[in-house]
Structures are given as structure tokens and as C-alpha cells.
């Protein structure tokens, strides 16, 4: 069983490529935590790095995981450049249900965090050249139940990175918010949105609205359960999610070349 977590899609299309080829079945991590999954042999955990560390919704997540201290237990995790802390926290947490870590390796691909900071990931697509000879190896090492972490050694710089309070910090900047003026109330960002943090509510200014406006009636709304996977601001097509109180750009937005947007919409629910 392959669980993970995706934004935009490259953990997604990460995930989907091991599925296929160790014959493992696929489920959002966010559908797996009700899930008896004591009788798979093998699992396999695939999500972003953020901040040096685990996207922190996930971390509880994988906490309330059922999972047999008999299965083969690895980890690919796909980042910018760097999974810093990801590694240690993945093991500590696993290790406190009983669990050892067997496995794991990174795939650096465009980051998603760009565009938060002013730069393009659309501009980082060449970091897709390595990734079918570090996917080969991960495959094959896989097939033969390897018991390796390969992680690098940053490890000062990536345990202060990963602090909880820079990591709040981060957060907070980062978080999401809707330009109502912007928002034409489509619910795109609701479906797309793993933690299910958005929702559609009455606008304000629903009564001032031209008859013949092609708005609804309705604007997104963000709450407080954020863990800042920007799956958001990604998604809307009209750019009208903010980071950091800077506006979004179209050409800043991105996702996955080989994942399509309804294969974002996690939960059953929100699937139309
Ligand atoms: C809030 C946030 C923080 C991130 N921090 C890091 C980081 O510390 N190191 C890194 O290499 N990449 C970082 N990234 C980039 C993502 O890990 C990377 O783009 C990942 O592949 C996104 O996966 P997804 O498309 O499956 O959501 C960050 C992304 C976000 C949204």
C-alpha cells in the first residue's frame, strides 16, 4: 500500500509510478488514518518536505496510522532540494508506535514554495531530468526490501530550520488568504484543499453585485487548520489566493506535468 499526501503533484505522480511498479494500491494518507492496514506487507509513506521537515498535518496523521510492526515500512519524500529534519521526525514518529523506518530516499523536483518568495516553479522543470535515474534506483532497491536511509548530513542547519517556532513562524507568513474581490466563489480551492480548511460562505457584498455578474454568490473562506501546502493558490484560476500578502501570479502557479487537477480533489466527498 502506497499512502500520500500531494499538493500540486509531485509526491502524487511519485506515489503513482511506485504503485505501479511494486503492484502496491494507492490512498491519500488523509482517507488512510481510519483505515486497518495491519495486514499490508509493505507501505509506503510519499509526501512533500516543508520547512526541513514533515508537512505538520502529517505527523498526526501517521501518529493514528495502523499499521503492523511487521510490515516493511519506507519513505520516499519528494522536496526542492532538501529533506532536512523529514527523516529523523518520520522515524521517531514511526518508532513510537513500534514501528522502524526500513527505507528512504528523496526526489528533488520543482518546489512549490517558489512562488511564495517571488520565483517561478515553472522555471525549475529542468530538476525532472534526475528523476527517472533516482526512481530506477528507489525501485530497485524497494524490490529487494532494502534497509537503508539514505538521508544527507545538513543536519544542524536542517534541525534549527525545522523548529517549531521558525516553522509556525513560516506558517503564519505563508498561510494562504482570499482576495475577496478576486474570489468568484467556483469552489475549486475547496476540493483541492487535503486538510478540508475552505469554505465557500455567503459574500458580503452579494446585495452590491450587478444581476448580470458572472460571480457567485459566494467567497472562499480559509480556517485555522492550515498546514500551507498551497494546494490553493496552485489551483485558482483566478489567482485570487495570497501568500504572505503578496498577489499570485498565473505563471507562478504549478503543478505536476503528469497530474491533472481532479486528481488533486482528495477526499470522495468533494469529488464531482
Ligand atoms: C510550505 C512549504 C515549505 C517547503 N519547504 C521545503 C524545504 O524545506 N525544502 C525543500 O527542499 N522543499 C520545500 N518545499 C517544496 C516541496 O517540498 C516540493 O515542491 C514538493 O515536491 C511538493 O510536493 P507536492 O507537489 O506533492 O505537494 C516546500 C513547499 C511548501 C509548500
Known amino acids: 500500500m502506497i499512502l500520500y499526501f500531494s499538493a500540486t503533484g509531485n509526491s502524487l505522480a511519485v506515489a503513482r509510478q511506485l504503485a505501479e511498479q511494486l503492484h502496491e494500491e494507492l490512498m491519500p494518507l488523509v482517507e488512510a488514518t481510519g483505515v486497518d492496514l495491519t495486514n499490508e506487507k509493505r507501505i509506503g509513506l510519499v509526501f512533500p518536505t516543508y520547512d526541513f521537515n514533515l508537512p505538520p498535518a502529517l505527523r498526526d496523521m501517521i501518529a493514528q496510522l495502523r499499521i503492523s510492526p511487521k510490515s516493511y515500512v519506507f519513505t520516499v519524500i519528494t522536496c526542492g532540494s532538501m529533506v532536512g529534519n523529514c527523516v529523523w521526525v518520520l522515524r521517531r514518529i514511526l518508532r513510537e508506535k513500534g514501528i522502524e523506518l526500513a527505507y528512504s530516499h528523496k526526489v528533488s523536483v520543482p518546489d512549490n514554495s517558489a512562488l511564495a518568495f517571488g520565483r517561478n516553479p515553472n522555471k525549475q522543470l529542468g530538476k525532472f531530468a534526475r528523476v527517472p535515474a533516482r526512481m530506477e534506483q528507489i525501485i530497485r532497491e524497494l524490490q529487494a526490501e532494502s534497509h537503508t536511509l539514505h538521508y544527507s548530513w545538513f543536519g544542524l542547519l536542517s534541525w534549527l530550520l525545522g523548529r517549531p517556532a521558525i516553522e509556525n513562524g513560516m506558517i503564519k507568513a505563508l498561510g494562504p488568504k482570499v482576495n475577496p474581490d478576486k474570489c468568484i466563489g467556483c469552489d ?81 466527498a468533494k469529488r464531482k
Open 188 to 268: 475549486i480551492c475547496v476540493r483541492v484543499c487535503p486538510m478540508e480548511n475552505i469554505q465557500l460562505v455567503e459574500s458580503r457584498k452579494t446585495k452590491d453585485r450587478p444581476s448580470d455578474s458572472k460571480q457567485s454568490d459566494k467567497v472562499a473562506l480559509t480556517g485555522d487548520h492550515c498546514t500551507v501546502c498551497l494546494a490553493c493558490v496552485h489551483a485558482c484560476p483566478q489567482q485570487a489566493m495570497t501568500t504572505h500578502g503578496h498577489e499570485t501570479l498565473k505563471e507562478r502557479q504549478y503543478r505536476n506535468p503528469q497530474i491533472k487537477l481532479k486528481d488533486l480533489q482528495l477526499l470522495p
